[in-house]
T-cell receptor
């Protein structure tokens, strides 16, 4: 499978716990994006990387959210001290410079 | 800022008929648009894209029309099939980073 892979597919966590999600982009794609999608809504942009550089992070929802892409390949999204309002689908996408914008299947987070 | 919206939250069509899903955007600086299909529990699946220097683009059974004058785009699906049942999103961007702004989606239901 040469698409965008996300792990885990589902995560249930207790409020206050930290969670980390992983995204493996299409190998030749240099851009990687994180989005959040709540029920009935379209995805909402969070942050993106060009290679290992995080070029936009002002749209991260709070300082509890952080993302890394240490070697310009896979990326992780961490949410600290989770709240019930963080329950959503977290989507990763990757692209070449100007085409091939491909999404993964997402990680569904439920905070209880 | 940018806003992207869809005209109808739901659309039902008979199998074999053509479907037209509409979308409006607010920012005339938007220069790139994508249509995605999303099935339940899955990530958005790329259908077709169009740049602002084009008015029309065709794919397999799909056509996207862009009217920059009224800031409107549409997705036409020919000979709609049951497998086309899904939520359809339009998304636009206005920067080279390609941060997409999504509409809220149209649920397409194909009736037998």
């Amino acid at each position: 499978d040469t698409g965008v892979s996300q792990d885990p597919r589902h995560k249930i966590t207790k409020r206050g716990q930290n969670v980390t999600f992983r995204c493996d982009p299409i190998s030749e794609h240099n851009r990687l994006y994180w989005y959040r999608q709540t029920l009935g809504q379209g995805p909402e942009f969070l942050t993106y990387f060009q290679n290992e550089a995080q070029l936009e992070k002002s749209r991260l929802l709070s300082d509890r959210f952080s993302a890394e892409r240490p070697k310009g390949s896979f990326s992780t999204l961490e949410i600290q001290r989770t709240e019930q309002g963080d329950s959503a689908m977290y989507l990763c996408a990757s692209s070449e410079q100007n085409y091939g914008y491909t999404f993964g299947s997402g990680t569904r987070l439920t905070v209880v | 800022g940018e806003s992207v919206g869809l005209h109808l939250p739901t659309l039902s069509v008979q199998e074999g008929d053509n479907s037209i899903i509409n979308c409006a955007y607010s920012n005339s600086a938007s220069d790139y648009f994508i249509w995605y299909k999303q099935e339940s529990g899955k990530g958005p699946q790329f259908i077709i894209d169009i740049r602002s220097n084009m008015d029309k683009r065709q794919g397999q059974r799909v056509t996207v029309l862009l009217n920059k004058t009224v800031k409107h785009l549409s997705l036409q699906i020919a000979a709609t099939q049951p497998g086309d049942s899904a939520v359809y999103f339009c998304a636009g961007s206005r920067d080279s980073a390609r941060q997409l702004t999504f509409g809220s989606g149209t649920q397409l239901t194909v009736l037998p």
